[in-house]
């Protein structure tokens, strides 16, 4: 698929989601960014920002088939990739697929499962395929995974281990609306949730489309080096523990074709690696105790790595092929 192309189809998929997401366009494109990269998304944030319907909406908006996992302590793996069953008639066991067989996956509260059901998730993450009774099973494409946690209630919880938030493409937060969008959230819904009436923009093959069409976006050797550059700078912030691993800056690479893509450019430029920095790799830091001690944030380490790592500089037109 054509640059160009790309840039009206992400256009229509955005508009399409405003319809029920209002006001947060910058976070929808970061969805929908994920979903181009292949990669799966952690939305953290408090109940009733719109979470769910954004999963919802996203998968409407490309006539993907959609499931919901309420994750709880009591849940099983076998609740979430399925279970083989015998049966008496034919005298075989049959698989019975579980739902992480679907499109769009969101994993709701996804910190209340405990790590054993949470593991459940990576071969599927990293690989798109479950495996039962050892038996492999692919899963359909294009695949997503959404998970939500919940950042103030830590009561009954199980926090993400490390090796689970770093199969994350992005971490985003969605926030209140503002006050006028606020207003048209209440003007919207007066009669019927408008998710009701979403329709289907695209299907999915215009999204594997889309998906290999970003990877013509070209990349500038100083941009790949300041990528390098600010994932490695995480790995030596003195308030870190533990820094981004590589994945990271795979990520951060193909968000920025991503990205480039959708504003209708062939070419990354070191703005798209900066805007997206926070949500690629916030999440694949660990603080150090000298930065919880100072009360620092991921992204307030974000935000330093960032002032401390030189952008290239140049003519913007100087970073296309």
């Not at 990669?39 to 954004?54: A, C, Q, R, S, Y």
């Not at 003007?187 to 215009?206: A, C, F, G, N, T």
């Not at 990520?251 to 450019?265: D, I």
């Not at 690629?280 to 603080?287: A, D, Y």
């Amino acid at each position: 698929m054509e640059i160009n192309e790309i840039q009206t189809v992400s256009n229509q998929i955005l508009n399409n989601i405003e319809k029920v997401i209002v006001g947060k366009r910058k976070s929808i494109q970061l969805a929908l960014i994920n979903l181009l990269c292949q990669g799966h998304l952690l939305i953290e944030d408090v109940p009733g920002v719109g979470k769910t319907m954004l999963a919802r909406s996203l998968a409407k908006s490309l006539g993907l088939n959609f499931r919901r996992i309420q994750f709880t302590p009591d849940m099983l793996p076998s609740d979430i990739t399925g279970v083989s069953i015998y049966n008496q008639v034919m005298r075989e066991f049959e698989f019975r697929a579980g739902p992480i067989h679907s499109q769009v996956v969101l994993a709701d509260e996804i910190n209340r499962a405990t790590p054993k059901t949470q593991a459940a998730l990576l071969e599927a993450m990293e690989e798109r395929q479950v495996t039962v009774d050892g038996v492999t099973h692919p899963l359909p494409s294009p695949f997503l995974v959404l998970a939500t946690q919940n950042p103030i209630e830590y009561e009954g919880t199980f926090p993400l281990p490390e090796a689970q938030l770093d199969r994350f493409f992005m971490r985003i937060q969605l926030g209140y609306p503002a006050f006028e969008d606020e207003m048209r959230i209440l003007d919207d819904q007066k009669m019927r949730h408008p998710i009701l009436d979403l329709e289907q923009v695209v299907d999915s093959q215009v999204v594997v489309n889309m998906q290999e069409g970003i990877k013509q976006v070209f990349v500038a050797v100083p941009v790949k080096r300041y990528i390098i550059g600010l994932v490695r700078q995480t790995r030596e912030e003195n308030e870190v523990y533990l820094g981004s691993s590589p994945r990271g800056s795979l990520a951060l690479y193909r968000a920025g074709q991503a990205k480039a893509a959708m504003e209708g450019r062939t070419f990354v430029i070191p703005d798209d690696i900066k805007s997206l920095a926070p949500a690629v790799l916030g999440h694949r830091i660990i603080l150090s105790p000298t930065g919880r001690l100072h009360d620092m944030t991921q992204m307030d380490v974000i935000q330093q790595v960032l002032e401390r790592v030189a952008v290239p500089g140049g003519d913007p037109l100087s970073w296309s092929p």
